[in-house]
């Protein structure tokens, strides 16, 4: 008896050209956060984007976005009031001068965002940030424990992080 020969079948590359659902999928092994908001995921997705220089909206309507943040693709999904996000996740942007800090601590703090300490805050849609100048780090890391400790400590006394403050209290 003889037996068919199988033809293998070669993958589509793309679902979605085929589908038309305009979710884009990720390559394989990368990780890309995903999110539950409480929130209208376009207004998000757009509030997002208008802060972050390099990004850009790849889907967004009320229940679903997906977008780009500085290089960074985030996929979002409007869950309703049972999610929240809490201080054990957030998003560190580093940074390099208090130009840099100023604005983004500005831009995620408007319009009901919070100030917390230590360079943290939360934006308006309840998603936790860290705008961290990379100066902080290395002080804050320094071989030199004295000089570890007092950068830590002004840290400590900061919401927002003051770069000059914290050049300042190393060296007294």
């Known amino acids: 008896m003889a037996t068919a020969k199988k033809k ?4 589509t590359k793309s679902i979605v050209k085929k589908t038309k659902l305009g979710f ?29 220089k390099k990004s850009k909206i790849l889907l967004a309507n009320p229940m679903q976005a997906q977008f780009i943040l500085n290089g960074q693709k985030f996929s979002a999904y409007n869950g309703g009031p049972e999610f929240k996000f809490s201080w054990g996740v957030s998003f560190m942007i580093s940074v ?18 919070k100030e917390s300490m230590c360079g943290w805050c939360e934006d308006k ?4 940030w860290q705008v961290t100048p990379n100066i902080l780090l290395e002080l804050i890391s320094h071989n030199d424990p004295v000089k570890r ?13 003051d770069i000059a403050a914290l050049k300042e209290a190393i060296q007294s």
């Open 8 to 11: 293998k079948v070669k993958p």
């Open 24 to 52: 884009q999928g990720a390559q394989a092994h990368q990780i890309t956060p995903f999110l539950m908001f409480n929130a209208n995921l376009e207004e998000v997705a757009k509030f997002y984007v208008s802060i972050f």
């Open 96 to 113: 390099d001068t208090q130009k840099e800090v100023d604005y983004y601590w500005n831009a995620l703090t408007a319009d009901g965002g």
């Open 125 to 128: 849609f309840g998603m936790n």
């Open 149 to 161: 400790e007092k950068a830590t400590q002004a840290m400590l006394q900061m919401r927002k992080i």
